[in-house]
């Protein structure tokens, strides 16, 4: 299973970003996939996922209304659209996949393959 984050970059309060997760390795059809984040001094934190069998999506409270998860499993890819940025949102952003059904998707422990991360920066 292989992941790998691309989009990260410095952008200003306010603005957006798209984030993309490209995935082998496995059916990602067949995969719960999502998105966490850390910030320096922080634990890793839950963004969104998507659950793999019913496809329900799941977001962290303090992204609810401003992010955006999406999977298009024809090209093996997972996106987070990420709009109304604040400097709080500074973080590295990894994508992450199971394959079983997550009890607690948000949180870090429930995952057991992760990308090697993309540093989302968030600063006037």
């Known amino acids: 299973v292989q992941l790998v984050e691309s989009g990260g970059g410095l952008v200003q309060p306010g603005g957006s970003l798209s984030l993309s997760c490209a995935t082998s390795?496995?059916?990602?059809?067949?995969?719960?996939v999502g998105w966490f984040r850390q910030a320096p001094g922080k634990e890793r934190e839950g963004v969104s996922v998507?659950?793999?069998?019913?496809?329900?999506?799941y977001y962290g409270e303090d992204v609810k209304g401003r992010f955006t998860i999406s999977r298009d499993d024809a090209k093996n890819s997972v996106t987070l659209q990420m709009n109304s940025l604040k400097p709080e949102d500074t973080a590295v952003y990894y994508c992450?996949?199971?394959?079983?059904?997550?009890?607690?998707?948000?949180?870090?422990?429930?995952?057991?393959?992760w990308g090697q991360g993309t540093q989302v920066t968030v600063s006037s």
């Open positions: 998507i659950s793999s069998n019913d496809g329900k999506i």
């Open positions: 390795g496995f059916t990602l059809e067949s995969y719960a």
């Open positions: 992450v996949a199971d394959p079983f059904v997550v009890v607690a998707p948000l949180s870090a422990a429930e995952w057991e393959y």
